[in-house]
């Protein structure tokens, strides 16, 4: 990187010399740092947080707090096994929940190896919450406080069982392995659903108007929908679509599965798939022009859900000093411009 360091290309290089063998967490204030390397690094960075500041976890497995409390933003590497090769991915090693006091909480570049839980009947609603280019077992939002204006894009999502607390929210650019359920007032753009329809069970269980624009379904089908509107989505198969009570419909699409993705077989997703689409596929645009999928959209799916940090592609350093008694030491750090 030929430009001058910035403070960020800075802390990561200082982040990796504190200690190469632990995680250590960073916590950005104003006209701060404080760093955080011991087995509780994400417990003790958070206490030390208040609302506004920004927490970095490097590569490495982390137990997060009880709950998010805290208007935060919190980075991780990313999740991909290519675009984490140099630093490992960021894992949070159990269910990650989000307290109401945790408005405007910003996650992004996690693996999730839990559910990621908004608190159920919490005092007041969740509002304003961005979670980008993460992965997560299952979303889970239930209870009578409804949470409002919230934003999930480019992530993996391989479970939704309960939406049903957010509302007014977007879902853009994002990989859904499993069926969604409880969908009241949102918008669906741009996404894929791998979901199979088997019995009992379709891609969209109870959607009440909702809107789902330029996705892309394996199989369709709704059960118990009312009032949701579907435009220009590519889905797979022939068979007959159920599509629940006074459905919008314009300019759907219908295709083989197989000639969809240039790899993607068994509607699982890995890390392997390759949702970009075929020639054919290609051939079926958005309301809005661009390709329908994950690579269309106003948040577009960037390769690797590489965060929008500055991203660590190499890391090389000596076990032993040379013959002058120095340490060699390549590292290459690419900055993001989205």
Sequence with gaps: MKAKLSFLFLFYLSLMNLNAQMGVIALHKVGDVQYFSTSDAFNLAY???????????????????AAIRKNLK?????????????????????????GHEADGLHLEGVKIMGNLVFEA?????????????SYMQ??????????NNNLFSENVILNISDLSAIQASGFYSNIIENRIYNIFSNVFENNVFLFHAVSGYLSINNAQSSVFNNNIFENFGVANGNANSFSNNLIGGTGTLSLG??????SNYRIDPEDTYVSETNQIFEYADNFHLTATALGFLGDDGSQVGIYGGIFPYKEGAVPITPHISVKNIANTSNNQGKIEVEIEVHSQNR
């Design 47 to 65: 206490t030390a947080a208040v609302d506004g500041d920004t927490l970095y976890l490097p590569g490495g497995s982390f137990t997060p707090p």
């Design 245 to 250: 009570t006074n459905p919008s419909m314009n």
């Design 138 to 147: 299952d979303l889970v939002a239930s209870g009578s406080v409804i949470h």
């Design 74 to 98: 919190i980075f991780g590497v990313g999740h991909y096994p290519d675009s984490t090769a140099a630093t490992n991915a960021t894992i949070i090693n159990t269910h990650l929940g989000v």
């Design 121 to 133: 009947n919490a005092a007041s609603g969740i509002n304003n919450v961005v979670v980008r280019r």
